[in-house]
């Protein structure tokens, strides 16, 4: 397993943007995939974006396409979700996950502890 361990959530008001930093030990994301999920108040966790191991692709839930962007900088051992226009819909707990592009959570092999994003209408 590899230790993962996010930042970056916090209050904004709706059309505003938060970005999402997930760590992990050196090297972790040229050899494994990475993937966010969330989850809403009182919901199940759901898929939102997961990028392939040396960032070869992205693909996006519909409900963030067009405003959320995964991405990776292995320098810096960091997989990031910059999240643009927010809504008050996408206030959750998001969660860093590694080792697969799969959109079912029990895909993934590994879990950050999650960080709190809340937007305000």
């Known amino acids: 397993q590899v230790q993962l361990v996010e930042s970056g959530g916090g209050l904004v008001q709706a059309g505003g943007s938060l970005r999402l930093s997930c760590t992990a030990s050196?090297?972790?994301?040229?050899?494994?995939?990475a993937g966010w999920f969330r989850q809403p108040p009182g919901k199940e966790r759901e898929f939102v974006a997961a990028?392939?191991?040396?960032?070869?692709?992205?693909f996006y839930s519909d409900s963030v396409k067009g405003r959320f962007t995964i991405s990776t900088d292995n320098a810096k051992n960091t997989v990031f979700l910059q999240m643009n226009d927010l809504k008050p819909e996408d206030t959750a707990v998001y969660y860093c996950?590694?080792?697969?592009?799969?959109?079912?959570?029990?895909?993934?092999?590994?879990w950050g502890q999650g960080t709190q994003v809340t937007v305000s209408s």
């Open positions: 990028i392939f191991r040396g960032s070869s692709g992205t």
């Open positions: 996950a590694a080792g697969s592009v799969a959109t079912t959570s029990r895909s993934y092999s590994s």
């Open positions: 050196e090297g972790t994301f040229s050899v494994y995939s």
